[in-house]
């Protein structure tokens, strides 16, 4: 059964900070997708890691993905309060699987 | 950008009272999701849907059922709303194949008094 975990539940951090997110998963997952949620709303896709060793980024925010780890992190760079958000990552939706999500890990930046 | 639509956006309805969430999607993907989520915690997937016809229940138990009559639209129902029920759902969609990422509606969130 896939089971999915995310380190830290809670982040507070401060504006012009670095900090990493981490998501590792149990079983086989050849793909790894991080969304973003904020509060109130739905859930907005960042990222969709399809391979060992992906890496994507987007403004502050670079996802990458080890399979054989099974682990994939969120990194932020430089941290804006406009980040602030509960970050989720899912893994599975192939061979037959529905999505897995983690728990979300809920940042807030400080100015 | 995902075209998936979900109303009402909110709804305040008292104990007993049957509904229906309504879920619909422009982009003829075959599969369909419900997930259910109280504020800030995770998401738990109630229903899902592989196609027209097909229907089955997720991970988390629900009281709630489901139909799939029509591709584009997946309708949520209660027949006894309960204040237990309180909380945001969210329908989902997506392709049958690669890179079989979800795109979510906007949500609605339910307030049972």
């Known amino acids: 059964e896939l089971k999915v975990e995310q380190n830290p539940l809670f982040l507070s951090m401060q504006e012009g900070k670095n900090y990493t997110i981490y998501c590792n998963y149990s079983?086989?997952?050849?793909?790894l997708y991080w969304y973003r949620q904020d509060p109130g709303k739905s859930l907005e896709s960042l990222f969709v890691l399809l391979s060992n060793g992906a890496v994507k980024q987007e403004g502050r925010l670079m996802a990458s993905l080890d399979t054989k780890a099974r682990l994939s992190t969120l990194h932020i760079t430089a941290a804006v309060h406009d980040l602030s958000a509960t970050y989720f990552c899912?893994?599975?939706?192939?061979?037959?699987?529905?999505?897995?999500f983690g728990p979300g890990t809920r940042l807030s930046v400080l100015p | 950008e995902a075209d998936i639509y979900q109303t009402p956006r909110y709804l305040v309805i008292g104990t007993g009272k049957k509904i229906t969430l309504e879920c619909s999607q422009t982009?003829?993907?075959?599969?369909m999701y419900w997930y259910q989520q109280d504020p800030g915690m995770e998401l738990h997937l109630i229903h899902y849907?592989?196609?027209?016809?097909?229907?089955e229940k997720g991970d988390l138990s629900s009281e709630s059922t489901v139909s799939r009559i029509r591709t584009e639209h997946f309708p949520l129902t209660l027949e006894s709303a309960r204040p237990s029920h309180t909380s945001q759902y969210l329908c989902?969609?997506?392709?049958?194949?690669?890179?079989?990422?979800?795109?979510f509606g906007p949500g609605t969130r339910l307030t049972v008094t």
């Open positions: 989902a969609s997506s392709e049958e194949g690669e890179p079989y990422e979800q795109y």
């Open positions: 899912a893994a599975g939706g192939n061979y037959g699987q529905n999505f897995v």
């Open positions: 982009m003829g993907h075959d599969k």
């Open positions: 079983t086989t997952s050849d793909r």
């Open positions: 849907s592989y196609g027209v016809n097909s229907t």
